[in-house]
């Protein structure tokens, strides 16, 4: 019995508390060189870079930022819906490299009600289309597009799958084919996960150019791998005002060196695709990353982040998501903000709402729903 539990991952998770193993945390203010970090400044000019590097070469992979051109095509533009509560736009992004090119489709829904330019809720759909139906006919929790509407804020969302399908056999015909096929050479090179995030960043460039949204007001949301890839297009590109990551997990908002639910020897096996190669190396060996999941959050600072989880949700280790967070908080503090975490996790249903850090456990299942955006709204109106 021991020896299967050895060969097989599925059962050799762990969901004990009591076996938790001890762990130090990587010392996120203090350089590999050995220096401690006392400021902001230094931790931008010196630090911030490093943990950066460290990540992409580590696990998400390098971002490309080059490309030679991007056209923006209403396809639909200002129709009002929604009872006239809302305008709808279609957006086709279309970024071009070496006369290839490769297209994001963005819905998005901005209120009429009010003063323009608006923030807006963008979210990375990494579930079926029908949630961000731009019809409405299809109404769906993961994207309450009304809900949204409703509190003033504008909403968007873009599908995974216009810059990379999420399938380990082909994730690389979007587009790491067809404008960085150098990407797909490097142990650090960017798979679906990097490419993801890299759509967020041209969905962003968009708003900086659309005058009803507040481009320095946009929240970057993703739900579990959506969420682990929110946390990343927040670390890399600092023009996304504030990060939601949603039941994001294994490296996503969890804590790796807890080794509690999925670790990364198992990502790694299921989902090949997500990140570099250079993460296999971590394959039941979470203890020799220079870095761990606070680090990712401490790179958005000092920009709010609001993290959950459901209580059934195990597997993405809700404890280790809390004390994740809470690891980022010296990072906030060297920009003067104090800690708003308390030591414990709070308990279900017991939301912690701002200003910088947000946190709740839902009592259910793996899910986005609408309690979880009631919160994220809440946590928007306090910044
Ligand atoms: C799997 C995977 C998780 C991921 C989740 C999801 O459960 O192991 O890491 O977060 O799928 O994206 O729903």
Not at 174 to 201: C, F, H, R, T
Not at 223 to 240: E, I, N, P, Y
Not at 252 to 270: C, D, H, K, P, V
Request: hydrophobic share 40%; with cysteine; aromatic share 10%.
């Amino acid at each position: 019995f021991c020896l299967l539990l050895i060969s097989c991952p599925v059962l050799a998770q762990n969901y004990d508390e009591a076996k938790v193993p001890h762990y130090t945390l990587p010392d996120v203010l203090k350089t590999t060189s050995g220096k401690k970090i006392r400021n902001d400044e230094k931790w931008e000019k010196s630090r911030r870079p490093e943990v950066l590097r460290l990540f992409e070469d580590h696990i998400y992979g390098k971002m490309p930022t080059d490309y030679d051109s991007i056209r923006y095509a209403l396809t639909e533009d200002d129709r009002p819906v929604m009872d006239g509560k809302a305008v709808l736009k279609q957006v086709g992004v279309t970024v071009f490299k070496k006369k290839n090119s490769v297209q994001i489709n963005v819905v998005l829904f901005v209120p009429t009600q009010v003063k323009k330019p608006v923030p807006v809720f963008l979210l990375i759909n990494n579930r079926g289309k029908e949630n961000t139906d731009p019809t409405r006919v299809k109404k769906s929790e993961f994207w309450p597009a009304e809900m949204v509407i409703d509190s003033g804020f504008a909403i968007a969302a873009f599908h995974v799958s216009d810059l990379a399908p999420d399938n380990k056999d082909t994730y690389m015909t979007g587009v790491l084919q067809k404008l960085y096929p150098e990407q797909l050479k490097m142990d650090n090179g960017m798979k679906a996960i990097g490419a993801w995030a890299w759509g967020a960043s041209r969905v962003m460039d968009y708003f900086e150019t659309d005058k009803d949204i507040d481009a320095k007001k946009v929240i970057v949301v993703g739900h579990s791998r959506g969420g682990k890839t929110s946390l990343w297009a927040a670390a890399q590109d600092r023009r996304f005002a504030a990060c939601v990551t949603n039941c994001s997990g294994n490296t996503g908002a969890a804590l790796a060196r807890r080794q509690f639910g999925e670790r990364i020897s198992r990502i790694n096996t299921t989902f090949p695709h997500w990140f570099n190669n250079n993460y296999k190396k971590y394959n039941d060996k979470e203890n020799a990353l220079p870095v761990d999941q606070h680090m990712l959050i401490a790179l958005v600072a000092p920009r709010p982040v609001y993290a959950t989880n459901a209580s059934k949700d195990l597997w993405a280790d809700p404890r280790g998501t809390f004390l994740a967070l809470k690891a980022a908080e010296p990072v906030y503090a060297l920009y003067g903000i104090k800690p708003e975490l308390p030591k414990d996790p709070p308990g279900i249903d017991k939301p912690i709402i701002g200003p910088h850090f947000g946190y709740h456990n839902r009592e259910g299942e793996h899910n986005m729903t609408a309690y979880d955006w009631g919160n994220f709204i809440r946590f928007a109106k306090k910044f």
